[in-house]
T-cell receptor
Framework: KQEVTQIPAALSVPEGENLVLNCSFTDSAIYNLQWFRQDPGKGLTSLLLIQSSQREQTSGRLNASLDKSSGRSTLYIAASQPGDSATYLCAVIGANSKLTFGKGITLSVRP | ETGVTQSPTHLIKTRGQQVTLRCSSQ?????VSWYQQALGQGPQFIFQYYREEENGRGNFPPRFSGLQFPNYSSELNVNALELDDSALYLCASSPRGRGVRETQYFGPGTRLLVL
């Protein structure tokens, strides 16, 4: 059974700091890994999708990496801003097309 | 291009009642998945519909059922509501015709409270 872990559960950083969010998964037989952002009480916004054959993806200030063999992914956020405050979830997709999510990391960026 | 929409946005029910939640998939998407997100948890997969047929189910009891219509919109039905069914219910659509590697696009969710 696939399990996805995100540690720590919460993070508080000052504005401008570069930061790394970690995600680990137990079964390396994945098709892709997706990072999402969730604002309080809202739905999920897809940030980056990394297919299993890729090592990383970049979008603006965000960079996500994937190491399938070690079961790890990181989301790097450059020059953090208060508007980046949200919960960040990673999810892996396997052969049955379902997403398995971690519990998320709640990020607070202090002005 | 219209995104994924869900209705209603909020709902309050009492234990034992039945509820129907609705989802309209993004234009061009033929696959809809439903997820349950309890407070402080990641979303949990309920089931997926592809071209009107169930295509995978998570660890949820039979009182959770669904439908997909010819226009690819979908319903989630929950019978005999329990207090633990209180959660945010999320719908996601994707163009599965291109394989499982596609991004899933999520709607804003329906917040269900069972009293």
């Amino acid at each position: 059974k696939q399990e996805v872990t995100q540690i720590p559960a919460a993070l508080s950083v000052p504005e401008g700091e570069n930061l790394v969010l970690n995600c680990s998964f137990t079964d390396s037989a994945i098709y892709n890994l997706q990072w999402f952002r969730q604002d309080p009480g809202k739905g999920l916004t897809s940030l980056l999708l990394i297919q299993s054959s890729q090592r990383e993806q970049t979008s603006g200030r965000l960079n996500a990496s994937l190491d399938k063999s070690s079961g790890r992914s990181t989301l790097y956020i450059a020059a953090s801003q208060p508007g980046d405050s949200a919960t960040y979830l990673c999810a892996v997709i396997g052969a049955n097309s379902k997403l398995t999510f971690g519990k998320g990391i709640t990020l607070s960026v202090r002005p | 291009e219209t995104g994924v929409t869900q209705s209603p946005t909020h709902l309050i029910k009492t234990r034992g009642q039945q509820v129907t939640l609705r989802c309209s998939s993004q234009s061009g998407h033929n696959t809809v998945s439903w997820y349950q997100q309890a407070l402080g948890q990641g979303p949990q997969f309920i089931f997926q519909y592809y071209r009107e047929e169930e295509n995978g189910r998570g660890n949820f009891p039979p009182r959770f059922s669904g439908l997909q219509f010819p226009n690819y919109s979908s319903e989630l039905n929950v019978n005999a509501l329990e207090l633990d069914d209180s959660a945010l219910y999320l719908c996601a659509s994707s163009p599965r015709g291109r394989g499982v590697r596609e991004t899933q696009y999520f709607g804003p969710g329906t917040r269900l409270l069972v009293l």
